[in-house]
């Protein structure tokens, strides 16, 4: 069974955008792990984000709401039929922090009212100290829908509260965290998708063309929007399995990160005739024990569509094989130069020989 979203934010299927960012906000609040300190917090706090980045963008909510978390993730296309869909991947960044503080503004709610230093801290005046906090543990977990409530009550910040921040106070922190911002910007880590290809599409090179769906700055530099882009991949001929290729910075983007490189790695596909062993390709060729012995002409396939005439006079043992040079893939570093087609031969025992026939084989064939 995948991740249920609904069931980590606590709303039902159906609920809107409004409620979507309203559980995010509340469950985030609770489980962030400078708040709580139980021992899967972070995880829960981490599991939280990335059903709320599912939920809240509508092309990701209705493949997971089609497909589930699988589908999501390994590609499926929805019902709407999108174009492009049918190769629609998502892989949640990995930071849950960085989806915290872009839902907040780019700054950490805690910070205003216990600081970095959680037994005493002074901020917009307001000094709290360590005998305070249970009280207002207990008051932030009762109402859950506003945990930041109680704050504002109590020293009736002017302007109202906005996310939980009075809303002079956060526009003064949002000019300073911007600028702080700035200089701790660092890059996510690559996110990396495989990529399956066939010894055809190696043998003649090909181009694909891959949608990815990420978040992006708008051009105040807080807000975001979701865009498509469709990456052309292009796979030269003779690629190895395992060949990677990267689009720098083409991930999400969030005030508080450089976006993530997305990187696609080469997978060879299965292949009906052929097996790839580096640069030559092998085929499995079956004949008979009288074939064996007695000679014969097999025709071998190759990856361009022709049929190769390869005669056999001699007897062929177990284990045998014939090379057909410069028939393979080509070198990847050199395309116009070819490695080879590997012939390995399987042969075809009787499952019965007639007494008459057994006779005169014991007769010819010799003693060793």
């Not at 059903?51 to 809240?56: D, G, I, K, P």
């Not at 708008?218 to 290729?245: C, Q, V």
């Amino acid at each position: 069974m995948g991740k249920d979203y609904y069931k980590t934010l606590g709303i039902p299927k159906g609920s809107n955008e409004e409620e979507i960012k309203k559980a995010y906000r509340r469950m985030a609040l609770r489980f962030h792990p400078d708040k709580n300190k139980d021992a899967n917090a972070e995880d829960k706090f981490k599991e939280i984000a990335e059903a709320y980045e599912v939920l809240s963008d509508p092309k990701k909510r209705v493949i997971y709401d089609q497909l589930g978390e699988e589908g999501l993730k390994t590609g499926g296309s929805s019902s709407s039929g999108t174009p492009g869909s049918s190769t629609y991947h998502y892989t949640f960044h990995g930071d849950p922090h960085a989806t915290f503080a872009s839902f907040f503004g780019g700054s950490n709610p805690f910070d205003m009212f216990f600081g970095s230093n959680r037994n005493h801290s002074r901020s917009n005046g307001f000094a709290f100290h360590n005998d305070h906090s249970n009280d207002m543990e207990q008051d932030m977990d009762m109402e859950e829908d506003d945990p930041f409530a109680h704050f504002g009550r109590q020293f009736g910040f002017p302007g109202g509260m906005n996310n939980g921040f009075p809303a002079e106070g956060r526009r003064r922190r949002g000019v300073q965290s911007e600028r702080l911002g700035a200089s701790r910007k660092h890059q996510d880590p690559p996110v990396i998708h495989e990529l399956k290809v066939s010894l055809e599409e190696i043998f003649h090179g090909c181009t694909k063309r891959m949608k990815i769906t990420r978040r992006r700055l708008n051009p105040d530099g807080r807000s975001m929007r979701t865009e498509d882009k469709i990456l052309n991949i292009i796979i030269k001929k003779g690629w190895k399995e395992g060949t990677k290729i990267t689009f720098p910075k083409e991930g999400d983007e969030t005030p508080e990160n450089i976006p993530a490189d997305i990187a696609f790695v080469l997978k060879d596909k299965g292949h009906a005739h052929f097996k790839r062993d580096g640069s030559n390709i092998i085929y499995n060729c079956k004949i008979s024990l009288k074939e064996a012995l007695c000679g014969c002409t097999v025709t071998i396939p190759t990856l361009d569509n022709r049929v190769i005439s390869l005669p056999c006079h001699e007897i062929i043992k177990p284990g045998t094989a014939k090379r057909l040079r410069g028939e393979g893939l080509p070198f990847p570093k050199s395309p116009s130069q070819r490695g080879d087609l590997i012939v390995e031969f399987s042969i075809r025992f009787p499952d019965r020989i007639p007494p008459q026939s057994r006779e005169i084989i014991r007769q010819h064939l010799p003693q060793s």
